[in-house]
């Protein structure tokens, strides 16, 4: 259980005190979480795709630290006016590096950006009930990661829960 | 200094006020206590205590005096049972692995409670592997130690029992005397181990009192430089050391013993014992001040740890909901207040502080917990300012966040 101070970034910073793109948008067309309070760190997307399947504008709120803000707004900066076979390409390395100074261990939140992008996608050919061919059948890896924290700490968040309790003699 | 740390700290040029409550992590040492030590570096005491020559004998005499000023304050009988060690850090090691190793011919049992700092509970890790069983006593919802399950846990075979006289994170000033006199009622072998780096200084303290044997103390918690702590350990209780080289005065610590480290501390001890009673209402004010008015400005709130006087006069512990507590400390930072977080964020792990899990703060709460020291030093303004900038900083972070409001 280590602790370093992280040397963020001075853009990573800015985006923090003044992140784009911010804010629960009514009219979207598609949204999707990925994390979760209990993971501590949650981004919500938000998309307005237009008839030509491009991101007309792009929105996000987050539940996290400095670099999961961060990285949310720049994702959806970085979508924002992008056809969606695009927007898909783009992955958790290139948000990292638009970042810039991102430290390895808020690598994650890089990663849970894109994967509430791309699980919007998704949702948006789900909803549509069309697949186009560069979508992939199985989960990219941000997807991946995101799932796998989230089951993983609601694992963990159970099993301290039962622990307390048990050791307490309290059975809920 | 790398260039993105430099940026960060010139991103608090311009602060209106600066209010630092990180306490537990750190402290600044007051002028008066560095100029107690400045001497003790290249003018007076500066030999080595165990050298028969003049300034070995000074240095002698001057860590004699501060053991027995130091054992005076803890109602200890002799200089002898003040043992310093580098910080509560190697002194809760030596407590736990030295006391562990020593008597290990009486069993292999030791028993530490859920919510102990990590010193003592990696320690008692260290002991899991070499063989010794051990047992975690649960805490209640405030984080008192549930006594009535204590009875069942020590055994004959149990060699010694660690509780923390007062939580670092959440403040309960546990029931140690009462825990001792159940343990000791079990079996009178058992050794009773009290890390009470956040009691001394902010609470009355006396080793016969509480009946322990041993207990740790920590300069920087009460002002005093870092790099210097103490083990009490009782007349006639064997510990092992951890570390081998030149004893000199310390029996249980090898190595030149650090006399202005030892002068800060005694000097640090001094002045919160001076005026303690002043100084602990005063304290317990502003305390009390940032527990009930911060509900009162932003809602969505839990106070973590007990009320009143069973409560450090100093600890501040607020867990706010659909807030993250990384994001939180930065805001703060940048509003020129110095907070620290139990949220996994800021300690690289997906699991937040132990202390709040054991009383039964979900995983998202915990992440949301904010931890305030207050000090003698502290003043009403800085209060205010504090109780004016939480606010803003946790509706800022609201505004972003996703959840539910």
């Known amino acids: 259980m280590s602790r370093v101070p992280l040397p963020y970034g001075k853009r990573l910073l800015d985006l923090f005190r003044n992140p784009k793109n911010l804010g629960r948008m009514e009219d979207a ?144 | 200094m790398t260039k993105s740390v430099e940026d ?23 002028n008066e206590i560095v100029e107690a030590m400045l001497p003790y570096f290249s003018e007076n005491a500066y030999g080595n205590p165990t050298v028969t020559h003049k300034l070995g004998w000074m240095a002698y005499e001057t860590i004699q005096k501060a053991s027995q000023r130091i054992a005076n304050y803890i109602g200890a009988s002799s200089a002898e049972e003040i043992n310093f060690a580098p910080s509560e850090t190697e002194a ?37 592997r070499l063989g010794f069983q051990v047992s975690k006593v649960p805490v209640n919802g405030e984080g008192f130690i549930e006594l009535e399950k204590l009875s069942s846990v020590v055994d004959e075979k149990t060699v ?31 050794l009773f181990h009290t890390d009470a780096s956040d009691a001394y200084g902010k609470i009355p303290i006396d080793v016969d009192k509480l009946g322990v044997d041993l207990m740790t103390l920590s300069s920087n918690k009460i002002l005093g430089p870092r790099g210097i702590g103490a083990l009490y350990v009782r007349d ?78 100093d600890n501040v512990n607020i867990s706010f909901l659909r807030c993250e507590g990384e994001a939180l400390t930065i805001e703060l930072s940048l509003k020129g207040v110095y907070v620290s977080s139990g949220s996994a964020c800021t300690r690289l792990l997906l699991q937040p502080s132990h202390v709040l899990t054991a009383i039964g703060r979900r995983f998202e709460e915990a992440h949301g917990s904010v931890l305030m020291k207050v000090t003698r030093y502290h003043t009403n303004e800085d209060i205010e300012y504090v109780l004016k900038v939480v606010p803003q900083a946790v509706e800022r972070l609201r505004g972003i966040s996703p959840t539910e409001r």
């Open chain 2, 236 to 313: 006639g209780v064997d510990v092992q050391r951890l570390l081998e080289g030149q004893i000199g005065t310390q029996k249980l610590w090898p190595g030149v013993e650090n006399t202005p480290l030892i002068i800060g501390f005694l000097k640090a001890s001094e002045l919160a014992f001076k005026d303690f009673d002043t100084n602990v209402a005063h304290m317990r004010r502003l305390r009390d001040r940032l527990m009930n008015e911060i509900p009162g400005r932003i809602t969505g709130t839990i106070l973590n740890g007990p009320r009143g006087t069973k409560r450090a006069p």
């Open chain 1, 29 to 172: 067309t598609v949204s999707a979480v990925a994390g979760s309070p209990a993971c501590g760190d949650m981004i919500a997307i938000y998309l307005k795709i237009n008839n030509d399947e491009v991101i007309e504008k792009a929105t996000f709120e987050s539940y996290g630290c400095a670099a999961n803000i961060a990285t949310a707004s720049i994702s959806t900066e970085m979508v924002k006016g992008k056809k969606l076979e695009d927007a898909w390409k783009i992955g958790w390395k290139q948000v990292a590096d638009a970042v810039g100074d991102l430290p390895s261990v808020k690598f994650h939140c890089g990663i849970l950006s894109v994967g509430a992008v791309r699980r919007a996608i998704r949702e948006f050919y789900k909803k549509k009930d069309e697949k186009p061919s560069w979508l992939p059948d199985e989960l990219s890896l941000e997807e991946k990661h995101a799932l796998e924290e989230e089951e993983l700490v609601k694992a963990l968040s159970k099993r301290v829960r039962t622990f307390s309790e048990k050791a307490r003699g309290k059975k809920e």
């Open chain 2, 8 to 30: 960060l700290i010139k991103a608090h040029d311009g602060l209106e006020k600066e209010v630092y409550l990180d306490l537990e992590n750190s402290s600044p040492v007051p």
């Open chain 2, 92 to 128: 809760n090691n030596l407590a736990l692995i030295g006391t562990a190793q020593a008597n290990k011919g009486k069993g292999k049992r030791i028993v530490i409670s859920e919510i102990e700092p990590l010193s003592v509970d990696f320690s008692s890790n260290i002991l899991k």
């Open chain 2, 160 to 190: 010694l029992v660690s509780f923390a006289l007062v939580n670092h994170e959440i403040g309960t000033i546990e029931p140690i005397k009462e825990a001792v006199e159940i343990v000791k009622k079990r079996h009178p072998e058992v």
